[in-house]
C-alpha cells in the first residue's frame, strides 16, 4: 500500500504534467501570452485556484514547459545522434537523423517554437530565456560534436568554419519552423526537412558524403 505522501506527490506530478500539456495545446494554437491560468485551469478540469497549489506563478507553468521541451527533445535529438543498429552510424548520417527528429518534434508539438519565440522577443533577460539558452547550448554541443567527428574523419570540405557549420544547421531548422508557423502549415516541414538538408549537407561536406547522405 503506497503512503499517503507518496500518492499526493504523485497526484501532484501527474496534474502538474497534465498542466503543461495543457499549456503547450494552447500554445499550438493561440500566443502563448494570451493564455490564462483560468483557460489551463478549464482545459485539465480543475478551478483556477487549483492551478496554483500545483504551481506558484504562471512563469512557473511555463518554466515546467521548458524544461519538458529540453528534457524530452534533447533526448530524442541524443537518441536520434546515437542510432538503433547498435554500431553508431557515421557523423553526417547522424546530423541528418538529428535534423529529423528535430522537425519531427515540432510537427508532434508545435506549442513549442511558440513559446520559445514569443519569449525571446523580450529585451530583458528572464529566468524563461536562460531555460531557453541552456537549452540552446545543450542542442549546440551536440550538433558540434558530431561535426567535429565529421571533420576527424575527413568527411567535410577543406577549411569548414565549424562553429558557422552549427550555427547554419540551427538556423535551418528554425527557419523551417518560422515559415511553418506563418503559414500556419506545420506539417509542411516534413516534406521539405529533405531537401533543406541536402543544400545544407552539399554546403559543407566533401562531394561523396553529400552524394551517399542525400
Avoid: C
Avoid at 482545459?43 to 504551481?55: D, E, K, L, M, P
Avoid at 507553468?61 to 552510424?89: C, E, F, K, N
Wanted: glycine residues 8%; without cysteine; hydrophobic residues 45%.
Amino acid at each position: 500500500m503506497k503512503a499517503p505522501e507518496k500518492r499526493s506527490r504523485q497526484a501532484t506530478q501527474t496534474r502538474q504534467m497534465s498542466l503543461v500539456d495543457a499549456a503547450l495545446q494552447l500554445a499550438a494554437q493561440r500566443s502563448p501570452a494570451d493564455i490564462t491560468t483560468g483557460d489551463l485551469a478549464r482545459a485539465v478540469g480543475i478551478t483556477q485556484g487549483a492551478v496554483f497549489r500545483h504551481f506558484a506563478s504562471k512563469e512557473a507553468i511555463w518554466l515546467a514547459v521548458l524544461d519538458w521541451t529540453a528534457d524530452t527533445l534533447i533526448a530524442r535529438l541524443q537518441h536520434a545522434a546515437a542510432g538503433t543498429g547498435g554500431q553508431a552510424p557515421a557523423p553526417l548520417a547522424s546530423l541528418q537523423a538529428v535534423f529529423n527528429a528535430h522537425v519531427d518534434f515540432v510537427m508532434a508539438h508545435p506549442g513549442v517554437p511558440r513559446v520559445i519565440f514569443q519569449e525571446l522577443q523580450h529585451a530583458q533577460d528572464t529566468p524563461l530565456k536562460a531555460r531557453v539558452r541552456g537549452l540552446m547550448q545543450q542542442y549546440r554541443t551536440l550538433v558540434m560534436d558530431l561535426l567535429q567527428r565529421a571533420q576527424a574523419l575527413h568527411r567535410l570540405a577543406p577549411g569548414t568554419d565549424l562553429p558557422a557549420a552549427a550555427v547554419l544547421f540551427l538556423g535551418s531548422v528554425q527557419g523551417l519552423v518560422l515559415q511553418s508557423l506563418f503559414s500556419g502549415q506545420v506539417h509542411t516541414m516534413g516534406t521539405q526537412a529533405s531537401g533543406v538538408f541536402s543544400i545544407y549537407l552539399r554546403g559543407i561536406a566533401v562531394q561523396d558524403s553529400a552524394e551517399r547522405s542525400t
